[in-house]
């Protein structure tokens, strides 16, 4: 099976632009997660879509939103960049339902990442 | 409050030492407790789950809801283990993980 993909995998933008990334969830992935990691406060959760419903957010500000198609694919979208946007922006897919007995975790496969930087 | 602490940011073993990983976790419930491992240049990929209880590349971790850790450990490091290991909690019904702010490890010849 194809891995999750991500595009752009770099993008430069400037302060007070808007960026859209996307992510393409390994098929028969429902739920898509998105993270972004900084080398100051590591990987933190932005949110999560399942059949392209909003299932949980991050303590983000209103500038970072996302949205899930019906074929599963995944943008997210940053609005007035901020320097400290710049960072490594995960995408992590999995089946998303309940999971097994024993844990309700469903596997997460991670992405290669877009790099923004905000200039 | 959810949280993740990995109080060491690199460790520096020799080829051959033993590896210990520290991770402690806050969570009023039932967590499940995983380590994610990011080798250089590669994607962040599951390393071991608390509920699974086995060994992965030589590695075991167990929780220990007393002290809330979930500490990784290796009886002798290889080169090959050097990378960025997370530990993550995931609490509640959706697929939200908190991690850790992660240690390199190193691992010198």
């Known amino acids: 099976k194809a891995g999750v993909t991500q595009t752009p995998r770099y993008l430069i933008k400037t302060r007070g632009q808007q960026v859209t990334l996307s992510c393409s969830p390994i098929?028969?992935?429902?739920?898509v997660s998105w993270y972004q990691q900084t080398p100051g406060q590591g990987l933190q959760f932005l949110f999560e879509?399942?059949?392209?419903?909003?299932?949980n957010k991050g303590n983000f500000p209103g500038r970072f939103s996302g949205r899930q198609f019906s074929n599963s694919r995944s943008e997210m979208n940053v609005s007035t960049l901020e320097l400290g946007d710049s960072a490594l922006y995960l995408c992590?897919?999995?089946?998303?339902?309940?999971?097994?007995?024993?844990?309700?975790?469903?596997?997460?496969?991670f992405g290669p990442g877009t790099r923004l930087t905000v200039l | 409050a959810q949280r993740v602490t990995q109080p060491e940011k690199l460790l520096s073993v020799f080829k051959g030492a033993p590896v210990e990983l520290k991770c402690n976790y806050s969570?009023?419930?039932?967590?499940?407790l995983f380590w994610y491992v990011q080798y250089s240049r590669q994607r962040l990929q599951l390393l071991l789950r608390?509920?699974s209880r086995e060994s992965i590349k030589g590695f075991t971790a167990d929780l220990n809801k007393g002290e809330t850790s979930f500490h990784l450990k290796k009886p002798f490091a290889q080169e090959e283990d050097s990378a960025m290991y997370y530990c993550?909690?995931?609490?509640?019904?959706?697929?939200?993980?908190?991690f850790g702010t992660g240690t390199l490890l190193a691992v010198q010849p």
């Open positions: 098929s028969g992935h429902r739920s």
């Open positions: 992590a897919s999995s089946y998303g339902t309940s999971g097994t007995i024993m844990s309700s975790y469903n596997e997460q496969f």
């Open positions: 879509y399942f059949s392209e419903t909003q299932r």
């Open positions: 608390h509920i």
């Open positions: 993550a909690l995931h609490g509640g019904a959706t697929n939200k993980l908190i």
């Open positions: 969570y009023s419930g039932s967590p499940e």
